[in-house]
């Protein structure tokens, strides 16, 4: 797999993210239906990461199969949108409400939960363009 920055798609990054925090969220939601997620702190950090996990990965696999180059790159980008997007948040929406949400988190918290989501991003996009370049068996 070759990675070149000239292969990058930044609209596939940004539309990756999109679809992986709405696939993150139905998780969330469906596991809020069934109870798994509720009042219990201490399980409910594991939910959380496991539902970032298969969302940022279903969603790498799929961003993979349709650039089908730059894998890596492809996937880091997915991860590295989060960062930008809770600035963003923080800075426009949050700031003039005063509702900030720049301390809601520790900080070895924060910087795992963008590390899972980068990591789980690039093994999907991986996978997808391995999958997408392996030729069917006979």
């Known amino acids: 797999m070759h990675e070149s920055f000239r292969s990058v798609r930044p609209g596939w990054i940004a539309f990756g993210w999109f679809i992986a925090v709405s696939v993150t969220a139905l998780i969330l939601l469906l596991m809020a239906s069934l109870g798994m997620v509720g009042e219990q702190p201490a399980g409910e950090t594991l939910m959380v990461a496991l539902a970032l996990v298969v969302g940022f990965l279903v969603t790498g696999f799929f961003v993979g199969t349709r650039v089908a180059a730059a894998p890596t ?11 930008i997007a809770w600035f963003a948040v923080n800075l426009f929406l949050g700031e003039p409400t ?7 988190l520790e900080l070895s918290t924060l910087v795992g939960l963008l590390l899972l989501q980068g990591v789980a991003a690039i093994v999907g996009t991986r996978l997808g363009v391995r999958w ?7």
Do not use: K, Q, V
């Open 73 to 83: 790159l492809h996937g880091a980008g997915i991860g590295l949108f989060s960062l």
């Open 98 to 104: 005063g509702e900030t949400t720049w301390r809601s």
């Open 132 to 138: 997408l370049r392996t030729p069917p068996r006979s």
